[in-house]
């Protein structure tokens, strides 16, 4: 089983994902701002995500279950930037179209189990000035993303019924368990992309 933890910065995602998977972890680790254009840009992120992807592959064949500190298909942080009005479409739909090569080829899923919470901006600015391990780069930007973030993954859920948890949940893994969709569903891609790419329009038109 492969399982993604999710959540604005400062939402405790890692907190959690290291106290009950530390052993088959899979950890956030953001790559340098990719140069060159969009497109470019877009393949270096896929590629990432991909290798990431393989390191959960790897983790599940030994310890049967493999737990990512974020999603290695992180579409959603561009599609959220694009919402907020603080990244373009045009970055959006370079990423779409690499990710999707990428799950055409196998190198990148859908995760088996989503684990997503996303606490009130005011709870995260409190975490964040609770935790002084960590400098939390851009937390201003990023505390604005967790309402894109909760309709990202309510996409998901519609489109793969049961696959989001709407919480950490507090006895760990042991609750959990694994789907039995494919996780290289192009179908459910494309039809998750196309309702990200409706959605943004409606909250646009809605607050030109």
Not at 49 to 68: K, M, N, P, S
Not at 134 to 139: A, L, Q, V
Not at 153 to 164: H, K, Q, T, W
Not at 173 to 197: E, H, M, Q
Request: charged residues 25%; aromatic residues 10%; contains cysteine.
């Amino acid at each position: 089983m492969i399982v993604v933890v999710e959540g604005p910065s400062a939402s405790g995602k890692t907190t959690w994902s290291e106290a009950h998977g530390a052993d088959h972890l899979v950890p956030e680790i953001r790559p340098t701002d990719p140069p060159g254009d969009e497109a470019t840009a877009a393949r270096l992120w896929a590629a990432f995500g991909a290798d990431r992807w393989r390191q959960a592959l790897e983790l599940e064949l030994t310890h049967g279950i493999a737990v990512c500190d974020s999603d290695p298909l992180k579409l959603h942080y561009a599609w959220s930037l694009w919402r907020i009005g603080a990244g373009t479409e045009a970055d959006f739909r370079h990423q779409a179209a690499a990710y999707r090569e990428t799950m055409v080829s196998a190198r990148i899923g859908f995760a088996d189990c989503y684990v997503v919470e996303v606490p009130a901006p005011s709870e995260l600015a409190s975490r964040r000035a609770a935790d002084t391990t960590r400098k939390r780069r851009n937390f201003a930007l990023h505390s604005r993303l967790g309402a894109p973030l909760r309709e990202w993954y309510a996409l998901i859920d519609r489109l793969r019924p049961g696959s989001v948890r709407w919480e950490f949940p507090p006895d760990g893994l042991a609750s959990l368990a694994a789907g039995t969709r494919s996780r290289y569903d192009t179908d459910a891609f494309d039809a998750l992309v196309r309702a990200a790419n409706l959605a943004a329009s409606a909250a646009f038109a809605a607050n030109p």
